[in-house]
């Protein structure tokens, strides 16, 4: 089976499921980002949009998961830190698939206090190997990110803005080079 297209499919996944969170304002301007970026038809599954059971007995929203995971060819994850770790309901949604997220890279947009969520994604490295999921070296890191942003707008993009170029030109070739291994070419 070959793709229709040459765009990949991206999700963009928003982590944070808390009501203050900050993640929506993080992945608007994401999103503004990559649809300006050729080579991508994204969509975002928002994590606060699922039900998803702690048991992972296969309830709730599991198979609405299972199948925009499944369909994506690469994704991109804003993530928050907390507590100097990465959202638990986060953990939730990662455990509950296994082969879908197999062989598909992920850039990670993280966002924070001081530290910008690099601690999250650091933890967040290792889990998404063991699911052989291809994680980009290139990230974004936003510390401090309540003093980035007026309202949605970024006041300094020029940094975060590269940055998030860098790792959607990495994400592009590794999504091509992946898809064309997991479809046979």
């Given at each position: 089976m070959h793709p229709t297209s040459d765009r990949l499919r991206l999700e963009v996944i928003v982590a944070s499921v808390r009501p203050d969170r900050f993640g929506g304002v993080v992945a608007d301007w994401a999103r503004a980002r990559l649809d300006e970026h050729a080579g991508f038809d994204v969509s975002v599954l928002d994590l606060t949009d699922l039900d998803l059971p702690p048991g992972l007995d296969g309830t709730g929203d599991t198979e609405r998961l299972r199948e925009r995971v499944a369909a994506a060819d690469a994704?991109?994850?804003?993530?928050?830190?907390?507590?100097?770790g990465y959202p638990g309901y986060l953990k939730i949604a990662i455990d509950t698939l296994l082969e879908e997220w197999h062989v598909k890279p992920l850039g990670f947009v993280s966002y924070g206090g001081s530290g910008g969520g690099a601690r999250s994604v650091e933890q967040l490295r290792p889990v998404f190997s063991e699911l052989q999921v291809v994680a980009i070296r290139e990230q974004v890191v936003l510390a401090r990110v309540w003093d980035l942003f007026d309202g949605p707008v970024l006041r300094d993009p020029d940094g975060p803005q590269s940055a998030l170029k860098s790792m959607l030109d990495q994400l592009l070739w590794w999504g091509k080079t992946l898809r064309a291994a997991r479809v046979g070419d």
């Open positions: 994704f991109v994850l804003v993530t928050p830190e907390y507590n100097h």
